[in-house]
């Protein structure tokens, strides 16, 4: 008979994390003064409550299952599973641990995976490779990039782990969304056989709801930055960045957002900066340095630099009518299209610029920090037409940093901040 710890080990990169996560959250608690970094206060402690939900549901036995992030993690929730996001975990285990994903990157480097693939995936690729994720099944859709498509499979052929495939359609129009709500539930009834549960619809409608009620307060928060000086500290992105994974549809999602829209309205009432002064107001349309969360603290307390949102917290998903599961899975193909990256690099970049410069003007940026990924290869035509957008339309101007958000090696974070401090000297 299989025990406990068995089956809690299938899901090893869990355990490290919530050490990491609990040993962060006592520090915050006994060292920084009550009005230290709320963000990082609030998110770890809800983070630290799922993750143990999770540990604890992998050891009664739930089959484990991967998915990539552009398959939302609630959908999952149709079934008693213990679901694990394959890009999140790499990068959640950057931030937080000494040597960040680092050896995993090596190990699977050196099995042969090409090594200026996405970091977010090698990540767990190389967990995996070295026995500490046991999958049961892994859901990924075919989008939103090459190093999605192509790094899956190491899963299937190498792990000999069953690989479900939505066929996730480019063209944003009413026929692609139609089509791809039906490739979700054909998703799932796949999964379902596999680990041999009936999807529950009626448990899946109730998490979904749960992440309508965010809906409301998200819009708010992202309202509120508007504001100058902006109420929301830089760290808020990060934390919510991680709550859109591994708190997705659960209640305690609801209560992170909660916590920070009760701040963010304090401080707007009091025209309050987190760092004490805002001088930069800066839009990172991509992603911010995952390996290194303390430059977001920097940033606000040494420059005075506010990040106002990164690419996880400017695009929200209109909540979904529940009200039969025909709406249902419409809202939830539409959701996926539109999710964070999936959005921005699965169509041509025009409407990308578009919103850019309008979320330009409407938050009074300062200026634009592009990180370049090297995983994100379809992604590195744009910043040259960015910035001539940006300083035609807007009249600000943009810093291209050339980076592996998720691998100090490639751009450390020295190199990082003082490209950012040269650039602000230009700004102020
Ligand atoms: S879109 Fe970019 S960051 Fe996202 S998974 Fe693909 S390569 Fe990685």
Known sequence: MVNRLELENKIIPYKMLLEAITTTHELIERIL?????????????????????????????LPVIGHHFSFQ????????????????????????LPEGSEP?????????????????????????????????????????????????????????????????????????????????????????????????????????EIENRIYKTQMDIFELKKAIPCPVENMFNAMAAAASIFLSGRP??????????ALAQKRYKNKEHHGGEERIRSIWPYMIIFFDLAISEWLDRELGMSILFDIFNYNFADPIDT????????????KSMEAPMVKQSAEFYYPFIDECVRLAKEFSADCFIFTSHIGCKQFGSIPQILREALRDEVGIPMLLIDVDVGDARFASDKVIREKIKIFAQTLL
């Open 33 to 61: 003064p009550e009005q230290g970094i709320p963000s990082l206060k609030y998110g770890l402690k809800y983070l630290t409550d799922a993750l143990q939900d999770q540990i604890d549901k992998a050891g009664e036995g």
């Open 73 to 96: 993690t609630e959908y999952l929730y149709a079934f008693d599973c213990v679901p694990i996001c394959i890009e999140a975990v790499s990068y959640l285990m950057a931030a937080l």
């Open 104 to 208: 995993y990157y090596d190990l699977i480097t050196h099995w042969g995976h090409p090594f200026h693939t996405c970091s977010s995936q090698k990540g767990t690729m190389g967990m995996t490779l070295d026995g500490l994720f046991q999958f049961d099944a892994i859901v990924t859709p075919t989008a939103p990039c090459d190093n999605t498509y192509a790094s899956y499979p190491y899963f299937q052929y190498k792990e000999g782990i069953p690989l479900i495939t939505p066929d996730l359609p480019f063209l944003k129009e009413e026929k692609s969304y139609d089509y791809y709500a039906k490739q979700i539930q054909l998703s799932l009834n796949d999964l379902g056989k596999i680990i041999k549960q009936e999807p529950n619809y009626e448990k899946l409608k109730n998490h979904i």
């Open 252 to 261: 305690e999602k609801e209560y992170f957002y909660d916590d920070m829209l």
């Open 323 to 334: 009200s039969n599961l025909e709406t249902m899975f419409y809202g939830m193909a539409k």
